[in-house]
């Protein structure tokens, strides 16, 4: 089970950037599990930016990036996206994708409910 994210970047402020997180090896299908995106800082816990529901029909964002960042799904390329706008340069952050969740209640799975990792790209917005 692997889930490979893009490469990130570096990016003024301002400016865009497009994450993707390409899912493979897995036994269940794609379209069977929530996704999350999270980033996390040096010396700062991981948390959450945005997740998506098996269909990609429910979204959440976190407040800090609600209204910048939009979060789809392709289930028949096993992929899920991230996309950036407005970045600003509290943004810079090391950014993860998850997978593993099978149920939807309507909000963000927490942090230690996802149980399959992306190894992490770099995002850093310039001011």
């Known amino acids: 089970e692997q889930l490979v994210e893009s490469e990130g970047g570096l990016v003024q402020a301002g400016g865009s950037l497009n994450l993707s997180c390409t899912a493979s090896g897995f036994v269940a299908d794609f379209d069977d599990y929530v996704m999350g995106w999270f980033r996390q800082t040096s010396g700062k816990e991981r948390e959450g930016v945005s997740c998506i529901s098996w269909s990609g029909a429910s979204t959440h964002y976190a407040d800090s990036v609600k209204g910048r960042f939009t979060v789809s799904r392709d289930n028949t390329l096993n992929t899920l996206y991230l996309q950036m706008d407005s970045l600003k340069p509290e943004d810079t952050a090391m950014y993860y994708c998850?997978?593993?969740?099978?149920?939807?209640?309507?909000?963000?799975?927490?942090?230690?409910?996802?149980?399959?990792w992306g190894q992490g790209t770099q995002v850093t917005v310039s001011s």
């Open positions: 998850a997978t593993g969740v099978p149920w939807w209640n309507g909000y963000c799975p927490a942090l230690g409910d996802y149980n399959s």
